[in-house]
C-alpha cells in the first residue's frame, strides 16, 4: 500500500500562485509516475500534470505554461507550482502515482484530494 498526503491547497486571487505538495511512503520501491487530477463541481477528473521517474513530464493543455510539476525522487514528493491561477482553476486536487513495471503490472493510489479556490 503506497499513501499520499496532500498540502498546499486554500484561497487564492485571480492571477496569483499556489503551490501544492505531495508526499508518498509506504511500499514506495518503485513509483513509477507521481502526478496531480483535479475536479470541478459537476466535471469529471481530468490530469493535470503528470512526472515519471526519469523526468519526463505531460501536462494538460489548459494549464501549460502556467503549472510546472517537479519531483524529488530521494524523498518520494512531486509538487505543483500553480501560477496565474484563474477562477477554472478551482477544484478538489488530487495527488496520484502509478507504482510497478510494466513487467509486474501497475497499481494506482490517490490522495484525499486539496481544494484549491481562485476566487475574488
Known amino acids: 500500500q503506497v499513501q499520499l498526503v496532500e498540502s498546499g491547497g486554500g484561497l487564492v486571487q485571480p492571477g496569483g500562485s499556489l503551490r501544492l505538495s505531495c508526499a508518498a511512503s509506504g511500499s514506495i520501491a518503485n513509483i513509477y509516475a507521481m502526478g496531480w487530477y483535479r475536479q470541478a463541481p459537476g466535471k469529471q477528473r481530468e490530469l493535470v500534470a503528470r512526472i515519471t521517474s526519469g523526468g519526463y513530464t505531460s501536462y494538460a493543455d489548459s494549464v501549460k505554461g502556467g503549472f510546472t510539476i517537479s519531483r524529488d525522487n530521494a524523498k518520494n514528493t512531486v509538487d505543483l507550482q500553480m501560477n496565474s491561477l484563474i477562477p477554472e482553476d478551482t477544484a478538489v486536487y488530487y495527488c496520484?502515482?502509478?507504482?510497478?513495471?510494466?513487467?509486474?503490472?501497475?497499481?494506482?493510489?490517490w490522495g484525499q484530494g486539496t481544494q484549491v479556490t481562485v476566487s475574488s
Open positions: 496520484h502515482t502509478t507504482v510497478g513495471s510494466a513487467v509486474a503490472g501497475f497499481n494506482y493510489y
